[in-house]
């Protein structure tokens, strides 16, 4: 393929963490007069950016991903909102994607869709993108994605997503939802765990592939420079152990989005707690809600 510029290099250093002293949009005490973007755009580095959806579109607010390589970017999530009037996910995405190509110029630069797992608030602008020249869609649900990286004949495979120099390391993390997948990038370490890993209610439909999966990552990251671990959501309150209530759109008091993945084995340590008590059960960053 022709770049019409010099590759970028994606492998030359060791990640190190990037900013994220970021102050998200976290709603209003009134809907009507919110006055944030629809969607908020936080510049990670260059050639990445974490988008949050305004909670005053929808109360999930859910976190995307952009990332650009050589060859073609990933945006992994679409979002809880289909209509592009009140959610306009393509026209921004676009938009970043001129800007970026208008600074390392390339011809028949593509664009990939993908999915951490197919809830509604994960998928609902998928339809925005039907139809984009130079696009590729993978459906989310777990016959279409796991096909697509192959987990259909091997779940335990470390899947390769090449966007062009810059290659995703992706597994299949069943237990919040059977198509659940986890991605990490070796260019920025962020291990990004959708509704699986965050600072909030982690609802877990099938506690021993829940359990098996956090395993899975507690031995991944061991063995990668991870930076931050990077989920969909905020539902915590900065008190310890305190999340907002359910559909709450007005959030002033958010922890960061970012875990480390110490987080990991807290999570795991939970999770053992749980076969004494099947319930409900508040941690200091995070919720564990066990389907019963």
């Not at 921004?92 to 809830?119: C, E, K, S």
């Not at 877990?204 to 671990?229: G, K, M, N």
Request: aromatic fraction near 8%; charged fraction near 20%; glycine fraction near 8%.
């Amino acid at each position: 393929m022709d770049t019409g510029t010099h590759p970028i290099d994606f492998t030359g250093t060791a990640p190190l963490p990037g900013p994220l002293d970021v102050r998200w949009i976290h709603g209003s005490p009134s809907a009507k007069h919110n006055t944030d973007p629809d969607i908020q755009v936080h510049v990670y580095d260059e050639h990445t950016f974490i988008l949050r959806q305004n909670m005053a579109v929808h109360y999930e607010a859910p976190f995307l991903f952009l990332l650009c390589g050589n060859e073609r970017a990933v945006l992994i999530d679409t979002g809880a909102t289909g209509s592009a009037e009140f959610f306009p996910l393509r026209r921004v995405v676009d938009g970043l994607l001129t800007d970026w190509l208008a600074r390392h110029p390339r011809d028949d630069y593509h664009l990939l869709v993908l999915h951490t797992h197919a809830h509604g608030d994960h998928i609902a602008g998928d339809e925005q993108f039907v139809g984009r020249p130079g696009t590729t869609l993978v459906g989310a649900d777990r016959a279409t994605a796991w096909r697509y990286f192959g987990f259909d004949t091997d779940p335990d495979a470390v899947a390769l997503v090449d966007l062009g120099g810059r290659v995703l390391e992706c597994l299949a993390t069943p237990g919040h939802h059977e198509a659940a997948v986890t991605y990490y990038d070796p260019a920025t370490g962020l291990l990004l765990t959708g509704d699986s890993v965050y600072p909030g209610r982690l609802y877990i439909q099938d506690v021993p592939a829940f359990t098996r999966s956090i395993d899975r990552l507690i031995e991944f990251a061991d063995h990668r420079p991870v930076t931050h671990v990077l989920g969909c959501h905020i539902e915590m309150t900065t008190e310890p152990g305190v999340d907002y209530p359910v559909r709450t759109t007005y959030q002033p008091d958010e922890p960061p989005l970012q875990l480390t993945p110490a987080h990991l084995r807290r999570i795991r340590d939970a999770l053992d707690r749980l076969d004494d008590d099947p319930g409900r059960r508040a941690c200091s960053d995070f919720v564990l809600c066990p389907h019963t």
